[in-house]
């Protein structure tokens, strides 16, 4: 697949090749704040359109048509892989994900079940519908959430602020977590190989919330874990990125976990975290998703400013430090993109 792209701007700077300038791709590109994304959402659930191939596409393809970016990303959910070994998951509007059972005992986690592909085949359906419309244009990614930012879905029933139900089972009960964290780490393997498989061109795995943990049980609770995930990969030429909120921190241990590039969040200088990472380590970022809200000229001031702190480097893949929030307007999101497609070192 990825030797035949026309733009393959995201696939040699994850893999540290010279570009002309940054890709830009963004988290949640292909969410509310589009209107088109609310005319498909208007008319289904959030896991219908995830697991009808055709609507995925749809929602996918809406900011490659719209936006005009460098990488398309598979329309789905982190959680999926929870919903296909037992978790009963809905999305309701306002309250964001829910675990109707969550894990709370032996019992449980042993009912957790890991073979569990063939739950999965729609992803691996809708990527072939994406890759029959992308046409070889712009590469797809694909992507799995990482197992402890699943485990605390699994664990807390649901998003949570403090992540205290899951902060008690690391520390009352680490071997239960471990069952749990294992069991998780082997699906997400066979399931990003899955897409892998069905031809998607980058892989990004999302520790979203490893930021609540302390230096200490994030090696032992996540970044072990993922290392893991990452060796089991074949990859084929497929560039891994490897994301969570809390990399500005945990970037030096990321790095030896083996992926091919780190996103990272916005607290950090950009510039300086890929100083200390090993040469042939890609980073990706890390704009405020926030600046996004602010007058295009702030937002073109930002832009500018840490492309210029990114002068020189290769292995550089613009994209906010997180996901772009509902309320962004759509223009502003358009033109942040415009300002990178313009630039050139
Ligand atoms: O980036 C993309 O455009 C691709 C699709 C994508 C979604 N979720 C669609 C989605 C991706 C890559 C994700 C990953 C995801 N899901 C993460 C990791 C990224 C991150 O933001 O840290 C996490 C933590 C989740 C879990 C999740 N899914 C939450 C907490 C929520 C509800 C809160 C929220 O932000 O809406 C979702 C729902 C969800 N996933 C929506 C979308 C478009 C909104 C569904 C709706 O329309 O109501």
Redesign the pocket.
């Known amino acids: 697949m990825t030797e035949n792209l026309k733009n393959n701007l995201l696939i040699r700077a994850a893999f540290s090749q010279p570009t002309e300038r940054p890709p830009v791709w963004m ?6 704040f589009m209107k088109e994304y609310w005319d498909i ?1 208007n008319r289904y659930s ?1 896991l219908e359109m995830c697991k009808t191939p055709e609507i995925a596409a749809d929602v996918t393809m809406l900011p490659v048509d719209l936006l005009g970016v460098d990488a398309a ?7 999926v892989t929870g919903e296909a070994m037992g978790g009963q998951l809905s ?1 309701e ?1 306002g309250v ?2 829910r675990f109707a059972n969550p894990i709370r005992s032996y019992a449980d986690a042993e009912a957790l079940r890991t073979n569990v592909l063939d739950k999965l085949q729609y992803v691996g359906d809708a990527i072939r519908v994406i890759q029959q419309r992308l046409q070889g244009m712009i590469p797809l990614i694909g ?1 799995a ?1 990482a197992p402890f ?1 699943v485990l605390s ?1 699994l664990v807390e029933g649901g ?1 949570s602020k403090d992540f205290k139900r899951t902060k008690l089972l690391l520390h009352n009960e680490p071997e239960l977590a471990h069952i749990i964290l294992q069991k998780i780490a082997d699906v997400t393997v066979d399931y990003l190989n899955m897409q892998i498989a069905a031809g998607i061109d980058a892989l990004q795995l ?1 520790d ?2 490893a930021l609540a943990l302390s230096w200490d049980d994030y090696e032992i609770f996540s970044h072990r874990y993922n290392a893991y995930i990452f060796s089991k990969l074949q990859r084929n030429g497929v560039p891994v990125i490897s994301f969570c ?1 809390g990399s500005s921190v945990f970037a030096p241990l990321m790095a030896t976990a083996g992926p091919d590039v780190i996103s990272v969040d916005w607290n950090a200088d950009l510039r300086q975290v890929k100083d200390n990472l090993p040469g042939g380590i890609a980073v990706q970022g890390n704009l405020d998703p926030f600046v996004l809200y602010a007058d295009k000229k702030v937002i073109k001031e930002k832009i500018l400013h840490l492309f210029e702190r990114m002068r020189g480097q290769d292995g550089f893949i613009f994209n906010l430090g ?2 772009i929030m ?1 309320d962004i307007p759509f223009d502003n999101v358009k033109y942040a993109i415009e300002v990178v497609r313009e630039f050139s070192y």
């Open positions: 988290m949640r590109q292909a969410g509310r959402k959030f990303i598979l329309f789905s959910d982190i959680l999305f509007q964001g994900p992507f959430g930012t879905y998003s999302f979203s919330w909120k997180h996901g509902p």
